[in-house]
C-alpha cells in the first residue's frame, strides 16, 4: 500500500498545472502606424487574411507570416535550450508550429530581436518547406520542460516589418495535421511525455491593458467557470473548428444562415467574416463601409450573437468597437474562405475576450464559459 502512495504522488508531480501569464502590449500595426509606416507596408504587402488558414491565397506579395499577426496583443514567454534562452511568443491556437529567430538570421530585423544560439545539444537539419532550418532541444514552458521538441529557425525575416515587432516568434497549439515539415506541435509533446495533468488547455484574455491574462496548460481554472461550460464538438481536427448555426444583430439574424464554420483563434485580433457578410454586420451597425462609427453611438449599439452548439454567444458593443485616439471602428475585417461544410469565420481576440475558452484535445471539443 506504501509503494503504491508512494508511486500515485511521483505520477502527480510529473503532471503539471502550467499557468502562462500574458501580457497585452501594442501590436505590430500600432508600432508601425506610430512610426509612420503602416500606410507604406500595407501598400507593399496587400493582404489577405485566408492565407493562414490556406496557404493557396497567399501570392507572392502577401505570404509574410508576419502579416497575420499584425494586430495581436498578446505575448507570452518560453524558452529553448540548457542553458535557457528566453523568447517572447504569441501563442496561437490557429498554427502548429514553434518557431523563432536564429543567430543564422543576420538582417536588422532579427538583430532587434532575441535569436536562437545553438548549443551542443541541438540537432539541425534543412527543409525546402521555409526559409530556415529545424531543430531539436528542450523547450520550457514555465515549468514544463518538453525534450526533443522540433522547432523551427527563421534564417531571414524580409523586409524591415519585424523590426517593430514586439514578439520574437509564434507558439502553435492547434493540430498536428496542420504542421509545416510534419512537426509535432509542442502541446502534443506535453501530452506525449505526459506533462500535464489533463489533455487540455484553456485561455483567459483580460480586458486590462496591461494584465491577468493567461495559458493554462493541463487543467481548468475554475474561478473563470462560474457561469457553467458550454462544450462544442469540433467539425475538424485541423484548426479549432467549430460548426456555427446563425449570426445575429440584436435580434435579427444578418449571416450563416444555412450555419457555416468557425476557428476560435488566439493568433486573430478582430472577427474575420465572409465579405458579403460583413457588409451586412456594417449596414446593421450603422457604420460605414469602412467600419468606423461614431463613438457617441456605442452605448446604443446592440449585441453581435453567435448560435453555436443551439446557444447564443454575444459580444457587446464595448467589446466589438475599437477606439484609438477618438475613433471608433468595429473589430471586423473581410475574409473569404470557403469550405467544404460552408464558409469560414475567425473568432479572435474580439470573441475570446468574453469568455474563459478551453481546447479540449482528450475529447475534441471547445469549452466556452461566459466571463462576468
Known amino acids: ?55 493557396v491565397f497567399a501570392g507572392t506579395t502577401s505570404s509574410e507570416p508576419l502579416q497575420n499577426y499584425m494586430n495581436n496583443e498578446y505575448y507570452g514567454t518560453i524558452s529553448i535550450g540548457t542553458p535557457a534562452q528566453e523568447f517572447t511568443v504569441i501563442f496561437d491556437t490557429g498554427s502548429s508550429n514553434l518557431w523563432v529567430p536564429s543567430v543564422y538570421c543576420s538582417s536588422p530585423a532579427c538583430k532587434n530581436h532575441k535569436r536562437f544560439n545553438p548549443s551542443d545539444v541541438s540537432i539541425f537539419y534543412g527543409t525546402g518547406s521555409m526559409t530556415g532550418i529545424l531543430g531539436y532541444d528542450t523547450v520550457t514552458v514555465s515549468n514544463i520542460q518538453v525534450t526533443n521538441q522540433i522547432f523551427g529557425l527563421a534564417e531571414t525575416e524580409p523586409g524591415t516589418t519585424f523590426y517593430y515587432s514586439p514578439f520574437d516568434g509564434i507558439l502553435g497549439l492547434a493540430f498536428p495535421s496542420i504542421a509545416s515539415s510534419g512537426a509535432t506541435p509542442v502541446f502534443d509533446n506535453m501530452m506525449n511525455q505526459d506533462l500535464v495533468a489533463r489533455d487540455l488547455f484553456s485561455v483567459y484574455l483580460s480586458k486590462d491593458d496591461q494584465s491577468g491574462s493567461f495559458v493554462l496548460f493541463g487543467g481548468i481554472d475554475s474561478a473563470y467557470t462560474t ?20 449570426v445575429f444583430v440584436g435580434e435579427k439574424a444578418v449571416a450563416c444562415y444555412f450555419s457555416c464554420q468557425a476557428i476560435v483563434d488566439t493568433g486573430t485580433s478582430l472577427l474575420a467574416v465572409p465579405t458579403t457578410a460583413l457588409k451586412r454586420i456594417y449596414n ?88 462576468a
Open 1 to 55: 500500500m506504501k509503494l503504491l502512495l508512494l508511486l500515485g504522488l511521483v505520477a502527480l508531480a510529473q503532471c503539471h498545472l502550467s499557468k502562462i501569464p500574458l501580457r497585452r502590449l501594442k501590436s505590430l500595426r500600432q508600432r508601425l502606424e506610430e512610426h509612420g509606416l503602416l500606410e507604406h507596408f500595407l501598400k507593399q504587402h496587400p493582404y489577405n487574411r485566408a492565407s493562414k488558414y490556406f496557404p
Open 227 to 246: 457561469k457553467g461550460i458550454t462544450w462544442i464538438p469540433l467539425s475538424a481536427e485541423t484548426y479549432w473548428q467549430i460548426t456555427m448555426e446563425r
Open 284 to 371: 446593421a451597425l450603422g457604420a460605414d463601409s469602412d467600419g468606423e462609427i461614431s463613438c457617441n453611438d456605442v452605448s446604443r449599439l446592440p449585441d453581435v450573437a453567435f448560435k453555436i452548439n443551439g446557444k447564443k454567444f454575444t459580444v457587446p458593443a464595448t467589446a466589438y468597437v475599437i477606439e484609438s485616439d477618438g475613433f471608433c471602428s468595429l473589430g471586423f475585417e473581410g475574409m473569404d474562405t470557403p469550405t467544404e461544410s460552408g464558409e469560414l469565420w475567425i473568432l479572435g481576440d474580439v470573441f475570446i475576450r468574453e469568455y474563459y475558452v478551453i481546447f479540449d484535445r482528450a475529447n475534441n471539443k471547445v469549452g466556452l464559459s461566459p466571463l
